[in-house]
């Protein structure tokens, strides 16, 4: 198995044609042929499903696609890594829960593009578990999200303790304050939310069930109808007081088992380290990116 014949059963896959391979790769169809054949006995198995409308990947050629976008992913980045650069360009994605990247990141993220502006910085925003899953697959370079996690493909850096706090109207206080919420709204952000798992456990350790929850997709929304009245959730005090603007939200301790999170950077352990991920990583240790 060759690089090559790797990069022409790409092609193969993705038309699902190997007369339309040849004509995007220049080649004869023969040759695609032979070599598509050559490489399934060479991996002794059976990569494609042939039909009168082209071909059809087979499970085992499903598998192959994966490793072979990982190989080339493998290629470019040593490519990138090997070349000489006197500062760092490119793309960086990065993900984001919203509260980070509303309160801590915006003025870490501006002088690190003043910093470094020929990297092509991708920010995008979602919960934890998104993120998790974005970075295993690849999606992403690296991700802030909350903790603790353990998993053996991931490092995690903490960057910084957040504490929770349960935040309504404040026409609500005798309910809040007394944690009697049965009866109210509960009001959170996607699935997958670390805050909302939170929010779950401990309402569910104090045996509340409460009579609704209603999820929002942003965080703007979500506050504006928390000071509306319409519920409570919880949140990082950060994010309480960006929004202190809002005079009729206020906020609510919950026990300290509950109300600590840590915000964490993560990133694959087989990660082969680009330029703008290594400087990224590097400022945001150098600077401390704080909970204010």
Request: aromatic share 8%; proline share 4%; charged share 20%.
């Amino acid at each position: 198995m060759d690089i090559q014949s790797l990069r022409i059963f790409k092609a193969v896959a993705e038309y699902g044609s190997i007369s339309k391979a040849a004509k995007e790769l220049n080649y004869a169809q023969s040759n695609i042929t032979t070599r598509m054949q050559q490489l399934e006995n060479s991996l002794q198995t059976v990569l494609f499903y042939r039909h009168n409308k082209g071909v059809t990947l087979t499970a085992k050629g499903e598998v192959l696609v994966t490793y072979a976008n990982k190989i080339f992913r493998l290629l470019d980045e040593t490519k990138e890594v090997m070349k000489d650069q006197k500062e760092p360009q490119g793309p960086l994605g990065i993900g984001s829960m919203e509260t980070t990247a509303a309160v801590h990141l915006p003025r870490f993220l501006s002088r690190y593009h003043s910093a470094y502006p020929q990297v092509d910085l991708n920010l995008k925003t979602g919960p934890t578990s998104q993120h998790i899953e974005a970075v295993l697959n690849y999606e992403l370079d690296g991700a802030f999200v909350s903790g603790p996690l353990s998993h053996p493909d991931l490092i995690a850096k903490k960057v910084f303790t957040e504490e929770l706090a349960l935040v309504g109207n404040s026409l609500l206080s005798q309910s809040l304050k007394s944690h009697k919420v049965d009866n109210l709204t509960l009001l959170v952000l996607h699935k997958g939310c670390f805050y909302r798992e939170k929010l779950k456990h401990w309402l569910h350790e104090e045996g509340v069930i409460p009579s609704k929850v209603m999820e929002f997709g942003s965080l703007d929304a979500l506050m504006g109808c928390i000071a509306a009245g319409l519920g409570v959730t919880l949140l990082p005090l950060s994010i309480v007081q960006r929004y202190s603007y809002l005079e009729e939200v206020t906020h609510y301790p919950i026990p300290e088992k509950f109300s600590l999170v840590d915000t964490l950077f993560i990133y694959r352990t087989d990660a082969t380290f680009s330029t703008p991920l290594i400087k990224f990583i590097e400022m945001f240790q150098e600077e401390r990116i704080s909970p204010l």
